[in-house]
């Protein structure tokens, strides 16, 4: 028999991101790093792709082990200085990050 221990080790954050006013509405090209527990992880938004206008999901998933918060910090495509620091943002949900906000 196999037992899965991953409920208490396979904590999680969704970041949702929303260019600000007169921006890339949909934050393509936006990267956001996390940092988790001295893992740093990066990940960025893509644009469409292929045939048929297929489109990557722009909600970006990291998987953090059992950190039960990290440190977020998004970098926009607007502007190379265009970075912001969200501090410490707890897991298990999906946060939401508008530009300039």
Not at 34 to 52: L, Q, S
Not at 65 to 82: F, Y
Not at 90 to 95: D, E, P, Q
Request: one cysteine or more; hydrophobic letters at 40%.
């Amino acid at each position: 028999f196999y037992e899965s221990d991953a409920s208490t080790k396979g904590k999680w954050l969704e970041v949702k991101l929303r260019g600000g006013a007169g921006s890339n509405g949909a934050a393509i090209g936006a990267r956001v790093s996390v940092d988790a527990g001295g893992t740093k992880m990066v990940r960025e938004v893509g644009g469409g792709y292929g045939h048929f206008g297929m489109q990557n999901d722009l909600v970006l998933h990291f998987g953090v082990g059992a950190c039960e918060a990290v440190g977020v910090e998004v970098r926009w495509p607007d502007s190379a200085s265009s970075v912001e620091s969200r501090g410490v943002v707890a897991t298990g949900a999906l946060a939401e990050i508008v530009q300039g906000q």
